[in-house]
């Protein structure tokens, strides 16, 4: 691929993103289960937990990033199906990846945007210092992407109603974030939890989050970003497999 190619590529990707960006951001869909939904599960599972204000914001900011982030795919892509716009762009001059990349953007910037409420609500309102910035900001986009691939499979799945699959996407999450060290530090679990939590790629996104508000996690700090980063690749090729199953459906 030529570079005036891959420049091309980019500004495609990035036109799709920005497009979803002001068409979709205030949807109610949106709303619920990118923006609410994470403060909603963090306050009914901390209530009458006695958490430190740096540990309570470091879980806030991976439950925000996982749950924005995997918002934005089985909402938007079904939507778009149904409204018949979806099939103008797998019909534009741009591959197949460029356009799941600029929708995995989308699901990002909401995640780094919702997180930047909650990070500012924790430094303002109850006065938390951040123990390596730099690594905080490395740790939210890197959580942004694999949770954001995360929400893209789910889109990608053949149907122009998201219902279909906000639902099995809801439970996915759920489940993830049960088995997980977010609520329960895996300090705290038994042997055979801490093999089943590891599997989570939220884990290692809440892990992240305590070296960079804490100043000190459990797993290595770079075992921790290549495991987010790995995650944000690996499942870019079930939604380009469902693509093209979809295609040679017809749907």
Not at 1 to 26: C, G, H, N, P
Not at 127 to 147: K, N, Y
Not at 200 to 219: F, K, R
Request: hydrophobic share 60%.
């Amino acid at each position: 691929m030529s570079i005036q190619r891959f420049k091309d590529e980019l500004a495609q990707a990035w036109t799709v993103a920005i497009k979803d960006v002001r068409v979709y951001y205030l949807r109610p869909g949106m709303i619920m289960f990118g923006f609410l939904m994470p403060f909603f599960m963090f306050f009914s599972f901390s209530v009458r937990r006695q958490l430190d204000a740096a540990d309570g914001l470091a879980r806030l900011l991976a439950l925000t990033v996982f749950f924005t982030a995997a918002a934005a795919g089985p909402f938007i892509i079904p939507t778009e199906r149904r409204i018949r716009t979806y099939d103008r762009l797998l019909a534009a001059p741009m591959s197949l990846l460029t356009l799941l990349l600029g929708k995995t953007a989308v699901g990002a910037f909401f995640a780094l945007a919702v997180s930047l409420v909650a990070l500012l609500a924790g430094l303002l309102i109850f006065g938390v210092s951040i123990a390596q910035p730099v690594l905080l900001a490395a740790g939210i986009l890197l959580g942004a992407l694999a949770f954001s691939a995360l929400g893209l499979i789910f889109g990608s799945i053949p149907t122009n109603n998201p219902g279909d699959v906000q639902m099995p996407s809801t439970l996915l999450r759920w489940g993830l974030m049960f088995i997980s060290g977010v609520f329960i530090p895996l300090s705290e679990m038994s042997p055979a939890a801490q093999v089943v939590a590891y599997l989570s790629p939220l884990t290692y996104a809440q892990d992240l989050m305590n070296h960079a508000v804490l100043g000190s996690g459990l797993i290595n700090l770079w075992l921790d970003m290549a495991v987010l980063l790995l995650t944000s690749i690996l499942l870019l090729w079930p939604s380009i497999w469902l693509h093209r199953r979809a295609r040679v459906l017809g749907r």
